[in-house]
Nanobody, 127 residues
Framework: QVQLVESGGGLVQAGGSLRLSCAAS????????MGWFRQAPGPGSGKERD????????????YYADSVKGRFTISRDNAKNTVSLQMNSLKPEDTAVYYC????????????????WGQGTQVTVSS
């Protein structure tokens, strides 16, 4: 089992920045590709969590959703068992619960089917 704990969420004004962190424990961190997902509030969002960014085991390859390209950066520190998401130029539509996720196969992160999920952290961007 892999345990994932997110931190760093909060309330920020549009145009501002936040940095989310995810601490992993339980298994060898470098064995897992990592990702960040988000679930927006309100009707119609259902139970679906949308991929925001993903990173391979040693950070050589990253993926970003079109909506965050150029604004968000995913990174990882295998020595500290952490993955981070730097979010700049935040917009009200970035408001969501953000989830950290881990998978032994990178493609399952990108396609939204990771092995493990964190509990989520709320990000609210005011206009």
């Amino acid at each position: 089992q892999v345990q994932l704990v997110e931190s760093g969420g909060g309330l920020v004004q549009a145009g501002g920045s936040l940095r989310l962190s995810c601490a992993a424990s339980g298994r060898t961190f470098s064995n897992y590709a990592m990702g960040w997902f988000r679930q927006a509030p309100g009707p119609g969002s259902g139970k679906e969590r949308d991929i925001v960014a993903a990173i391979t085991r040693y950070g050589g390859v990253t993926y970003y959703a079109d909506s965050v390209k150029g604004r968000f950066t995913i990174s990882r520190d295998n020595a500290k068992n952490t993955v981070s998401l730097q979010m700049n130029s935040l917009k009200p539509e970035d408001t969501a619960v953000y989830y950290c996720a881990a998978s032994s196969v990178y493609n399952t992160v990108v396609t939204g089917k990771p092995d493990y999920w964190g509990q989520g952290t709320q990000v609210t961007v005011s206009s």
